[in-house]
Nanobody
């Protein structure tokens, strides 16, 4: 199976920056789209940013111009550079990969364990 491990979360003051990383490992035949989601207390999980195999990117309106998603295809790693952080960016951030663990499997979603990002005022 595909395992996703996130790192880079933490506590930062408003206006600061953080960089999240997510490395995929395990049995990997192919990875299609990768992305970052977040879930704040009492709210539903939402897409923050996504990146396709062709490097097309999409962002939630709330983070456009502040966050940048990138990907190292050779290392099966996705990054999220977060600048100008706001208090409302506080959430658990989850890495997602749409992947196939082997050639006979259909692609499915895999999730990391989540990393906490807390932005203080």
């Amino acid at each position: 199976q595909v395992q996703l491990v996130e790192s880079g979360g933490g506590l930062v003051q408003a206006g600061g920056s953080l960089r999240l990383s997510c490395a995929a490992s395990g049995s990997i035949f192919s990875i299609n789209d990768m992305g970052w989601y977040r879930q704040a207390p009492g709210k539903q999980r939402e897409l923050v940013a996504g990146i396709t195999t062709g490097s097309s990117r999409n962002y939630a309106d709330s983070v456009k111009g502040r966050f940048t998603i990138s990907r190292d295809y050779a290392q099966n790693t996705v990054y999220l550079q977060m600048n100008s952080l706001k208090v409302e960016d506080t959430a658990v951030y989850y890495c997602n990969a749409h992947a196939r663990p082997n050639s006979w499997s259909r692609p499915r979603d895999y999730w990391g364990q989540g990393t906490q990002v807390t932005v203080s005022s």
